[in-house]
């Protein structure tokens, strides 16, 4: 009954956390596929979501060998600075006659349908590993149950955190949709949304550079309460700032209209 009582409270615990991190997933797949037409962006969407369950229940299998490489981390980092950077960029500084060029112009620049979808399924690789370290680093206090393994991990331990990282695509799945619905009433949170985004490639950076192989910051410190505070409390600055600021213009241009 112990046993039993101790991995319900971690299965809640995982449950919590995957809907934490399938929050920030589901921001940047939104912000990837919110140039498409309405239509197709529930497709990318959808091929987002299944590719992010293929990939996590992957890396639940070869997360004892994922771990050891430190550059997927490295890559999904600087993959979501890069977009992030780019698109604000992009934002503030290009003409305005260039800002509504069309389907044509989005598929000249690699923003085409299957090209969006390649782009979600390379940040659900880092989103994977980044998911399962953080229920590995959880999963592995629960006591093990029987006598034998699953991709290196104890069986009952693999079942919670299998049954954590599901709750979590469910909860990412209905986040994606609605954050995409927000940022098409209000266009202009778009650029808080890539903040947000860039804001997610520095937690991914800072899980590489606290990896035991680069070792520049210390190997608990993604874990540690001070980094979890300052990375919820940046990030929810970075989404109500821009949301007040979303909505004040919005009300301002519908006065003027």
Known sequence: MEIFLEYAWVLLVLIVLEGLLAADNAVVMAVMVKHLPQ??????????????????????????????????????????LFISIKNIYEQKFKKEDEEDDGVEEHNKKGKGFWATVAKVEMADIAFAVDSMLAAVAIAVTLPEVGNFDIGGINAGQFGVMFFGGVVGLILMRFAAQWFVKILHDYPDLETAAFLIVGWVGVKLAVLTLSHDKVAILPHEFPHSATWKITFWIVLLLIALGGWFLGVSKKKKQEAQE
């Not at 239509?39 to 050891?68: M, S």
């Open 39 to 80: 239509e197709q962006q529930k497709k990318a969407l959808f091929y987002g979501l299944f590719g992010a369950f293929i990939f996590r229940f992957a890396a639940l299998f070869l997360i004892t060998v994922l771990v050891n490489y430190w550059q997927i981390q490295a890559i999904g980092a600087a993959y979501l």
